[in-house]
């Protein structure tokens, strides 16, 4: 079992500032790419940004010079910095994790989500 444990939502004005912080855990052999996505209220859910296990970063337009994503040295932690908040920020934020597990007959990768957390922000 893999399980991916999100932190860091909130209330937040215009102009601030969050992190929000993923940690996998369980059974975990290999972690590729993590990142984060998010979801507005009526809206699909869209591409924030990810970084690989070699640390190559991608960002949605939105996004680009305000937030910053990272790993942990052990990779089994990604974060999400957020600086320079709009209220279109608002969203239930999501954490995804590709995973390779062991299994019987060898590895299996798979796509993990977290439970998600709000970032609100007012203007």
């Known amino acids: 079992q893999v399980q991916l444990v999100e932190s860091g939502g909130g209330l937040v004005q215009a102009g601030g500032s969050l992190r929000l912080s993923c940690a996998a855990s369980?059974?975990?052999?290999?972690?590729?790419?993590m990142g984060w996505y998010r979801q507005a209220p009526g809206k699909q859910r869209e591409l924030v940004a990810t970084i690989t296990a070699g640390s190559t970063t991608n960002y949605s337009d939105s996004v680009k010079g305000r937030f910053t994503v990272s790993r942990d040295n052990a990779g089994n932690t990604v974060y999400l910095q957020m600086n320079s908040l709009k209220p279109e920020d608002t969203a239930v934020y999501y954490c995804?994790?590709?995973?390779?597990?062991?299994?019987?007959?060898?590895?299996?990768?798979?796509?993990?989500w977290g439970q998600g957390t709000q970032v609100t922000v007012s203007s």
């Open positions: 995804n994790a590709q995973i390779t597990s062991k299994v019987v007959y060898g590895t299996i990768r798979r796509n993990y």
């Open positions: 369980g059974s975990i052999f290999s972690i590729n790419a």
